[in-house]
């Protein structure tokens, strides 16, 4: 069964600075895909980026960018330019390929919060 | 952009009684998902539905829950006899095909037994 970890439950950050949450998981699966959600307070799950475990090229939204490193099993979300709209709980998430079925499996979750 | 809609947002039921929580997909999305999220914890899958029948549920979804399309629209949960641990945000999301995009939520049903 896959696993994600989530091993910083709170973090902080100035606003405009840039902050990275971190994510590992385990899998034997080498077909998969990996996400991040935003929950903020109204506690809607908002997908922020997702990452396709075959490609290299880590992926980027905007002020959002991810770390994938498949051998580590390492997959962090680096926020850019902090905003305090970005304060809000971060699930790291893993989907296996179209073998396995497609569920998410959840980590535990971040608290981000964006300080004035 | 399109939405999965969730109806109702909070809901408070006596134990025992019976809940229907109810979802409306995306209009053209294949896939339908429940998960639910209790107070501080992790996000858990209950339950995927693919062309009509249960493609795959978890160890939480037992006999006391089911899910139904009952028109070309709407996704239901139901829960037969609602226990105090039942207490939870319940999410319905959907998808379309390609695995790899993943879902769109809705913003949850808060669910409450006393």
């Known amino acids: 069964a896959q696993t994600v970890t989530q091993s910083q439950p709170e973090m902080s950050v100035q606003e405009a600075e840039t902050v990275t949450l971190s994510c590992t998981y385990d899998t034997s699966e080498n077909n998969y895909y990996l996400f991040w959600y935003k929950q903020p307070p109204s506690r809607q799950m908002i997908l922020v980026i997702r990452q396709e475990a075959y490609k290299q090229q880590n992926a980027t939204e905007n002020r959002f960018s991810v770390n994938f490193q498949k051998a580590a099993k390492s997959f962090s979300l680096k926020i850019s330019d902090s905003q305090l709209g970005d304060t809000a709980m971060y699930f790291c998430?893993?989907?296996?390929?179209?073998?396995?079925?497609?569920?998410?499996?959840f980590g535990e979750g971040t608290q981000l919060t964006v300080n004035p | 952009e399109p939405e999965v809609t969730q109806t109702p947002s909070h809901q408070v039921t006596q134990m025992g009684q019976e809940v229907i929580l109810r979802c409306v997909p995306i209009s053209n999305h294949l896939y339908f998902y429940w998960y639910r999220q209790i107070l501080g914890q992790k996000v858990e899958f209950l339950v995927s539905f693919y062309n009509n029948e249960i493609s795959e549920k978890s160890e939480i979804f037992d006999d006391q829950f089911s899910v139904e399309r009952p028109d070309g629209s709407n996704f239901t949960l139901k829960i037969r006899s609602t226990k105090l641990e039942d207490s939870a945000m319940y999410f319905c999301?959907?998808?379309?095909?390609?695995?790899?995009?993943?879902?769109?939520f809705g913003s949850g049903t808060r669910l409450t037994v006393v």
């Open positions: 998430a893993f989907m296996g390929g179209e073998t396995s079925g497609s569920r998410l499996t």
């Open positions: 999301a959907s998808r379309g095909d390609g695995v790899g995009y993943g879902y769109t």
